[in-house]
């Protein structure tokens, strides 16, 4: 064994508990230390409050997950997740119009966060390589601005503070980790943050489909269309227990259904199209409308921080959480884990984790941040040279042409669909195969409505749509 004696990940999240069960294959004992009492089946729980919202696990995430820890997608898929092939099984509504439906390069699992958490969880904890330590809040870290040693923790139950000793510090704590808290303490300054923030907000509810339509009819996901300010979406996720889970969101300065008997009407009268509406009309709600106002693109850099602590590793939302429209955040934070497997395999540096960590969230946070700096109210404060500057309206005029020849042609979906599965990095549009294919590829003509087969239709009993292609 190379590597360390006792590693302590603080949050036991989907990336800390990714983190724990790689650092396990490597390390003598793994503690994971977890503010919330876990449930013990698939549950809500206070700690990872955007669990109530529409979560679409991206191939390359399910490929890394899967690696890790096998089989994880099948038992998902046995427990009733959708296995979404992109683009034949989602009807998408882009800002250049409706995308055809060409046959899958790229899929997703969609299901709800509790039973993804929840399988993650029970086969990370059943190997029996990670001690638990939950009902336990993290307050401070323990160590000197050279070294962290370990974290301190406040038993919630008999409210005493104790201290876990650790030759590794791996924080978890997701987008409120205190590290902001925790490193001035020790006299360590703050690394550099970007963050990008389009104020995006979202509010959700599930619904029982109609008989068959989790599986005979597609995902739905309308966006941002016709571009404007504030943008609205909304998506219709299959999941399992028959059920469709509908999130709609806005960009700043758009609103969001405060009560249930606005939702309906929000999604009719906001969004680009009338499906989501149509679809959840004479579908019954099963819960309350849940909100939130919590998607900004922040991002920390500690492996550029020069008098980083030896001894501490940040992961996950912690180290950078993504505007959630896109579908990254659960595929970073298996990234950074398979990062943290592969230094400590190769017998590396918790600093040397760390630059892989950074590395493992960099597509992600491009990805995301240069889409979002294109909305009106975009607040940014942001150094990442990448975001700022003269060339970023070419940037964005570029990224709008390849979502409009996207939609009609099948290569440029392709790698599009490569690159946005995080299957492929963004350097892959720059590349002189894609860019041939802008030029040369042949289009298929314009979709006027979302492309439905009339069995679909027949599954939620609803009128065909205007679907014929316009020249
Ligand atoms: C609305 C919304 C929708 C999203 N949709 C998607 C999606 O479609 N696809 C996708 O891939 N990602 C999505 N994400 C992102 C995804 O939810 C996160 O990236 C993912 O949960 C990984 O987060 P994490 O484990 O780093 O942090 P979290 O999920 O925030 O977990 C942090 C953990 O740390 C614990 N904790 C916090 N503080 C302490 C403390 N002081 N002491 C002890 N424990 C503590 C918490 O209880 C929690 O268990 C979405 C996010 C939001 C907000």
Not at 215 to 228: E, I, Q
Not at 229 to 238: A, D, M, R, S, T
Not at 334 to 359: F, I, N, S
């Amino acid at each position: 064994m190379s590597g360390p004696t006792h590693a302590v990940v603080l949050g036991g999240g989907l990336a800390g508990l990714l983190a724990a069960h790689a650092l396990s294959r490597h390390a003598g004992s793994v503690t994971v230390v977890e503010r919330d009492v876990l449930p013990r089946g698939p549950g809500h729980r206070r700690g990872v409050p955007q669990a109530h919202h529409a979560h679409l696990l991206w191939s390359n995430g399910a490929r890394v997950i899967d690696a890790l820890l096998p089989g994880t997608t099948d038992r998902l898929l046995a427990a009733g997740a959708r296995r979404i092939g992109f683009q034949a099984d989602q009807v998408t509504l882009t800002a250049q119009g409706w995308q055809h439906r060409f046959p899958p390069t790229q899929f997703a699992i969609v299901c709800t966060r509790p039973l993804l958490d929840w399988v993650v969880r029970e086969r990370i904890l059943r190997a029996g390589r990670v001690t638990l330590r939950q009902g336990a809040d993290v307050v401070g870290l323990c160590g000197d601005h050279r070294r962290v040693t370990g974290a301190r923790v406040r038993d919630l139950d008999r409210d005493e503070t104790t201290t876990v000793e650790a030759d590794l510090v791996v924080d978890a704590t997701g987008r409120a980790s205190g590290l902001r808290h925790w490193l001035p303490e020790l006299g360590v300054p703050l690394p550099d943050r970007d963050v990008v923030d389009a104020g995006v907000g979202y509010a959700t509810r599930l619904f029982a489909a109609p008989p068959g339509a989790t599986t005979g009819f597609p995902a739905v996901n309308v966006g941002a269309y016709p571009a404007g300010e504030p943008c609205h979406f909304g998506v219709v996720y299959p999941v399992e227990g028959d059920r469709w889970l509908v999130t709609l969101s806005c960009t700043r300065g758009g609103a969001l259904p405060a009560h249930e008997d606005e939702f309906e009407a929000f999604a009719r009268s906001r969004l680009g199209h009338p499906i989501v509406a149509d679809l959840i009309a004479s579908a019954e709600p099963l819960t309350p409308v849940v909100r939130s106002r919590s998607g900004a693109n922040r991002r920390l850099y500690p492996e550029r921080h020069e008098a980083w602590p030896d001894g501490l590793v940040v992961v996950g939302d912690s180290l950078a959480a993504f505007n959630p429209v896109y579908g990254h955040g659960m595929s970073a934070a298996a990234r950074c884990a398979a990062a943290l497997d592969r230094v400590l395999a190769a017998g590396g540096t918790a600093r040397r984790m760390q630059e892989a960590a950074g590395a493992a969230v960099d597509d992600p946070w491009f990805l995301a941040a240069s889409k979002d700096i294109g909305y009106v109210g975009c607040r940014i404060d942001a150094a990442d040279p990448r975001l700022v500057g003269e060339h970023i309206g070419q940037q964005l005029r570029f990224a709008e042409s390849i979502v409009e020849k996207s939609v009609l042609a099948p290569g440029v979906c392709g790698v599009v669909t490569d690159v946005v599965s995080l299957s492929a990095g963004p350097a892959e549009l720059g590349s002189s195969r894609f860019l041939s294919l802008m030029h040369r590829e042949e289009t298929l003509p314009r979709l006027a409505g979302p492309p439905l087969r009339p069995e679909e239709l027949d599954v939620v009993r609803l009128p065909a749509y205007e679907s014929v292609p316009t020249a």
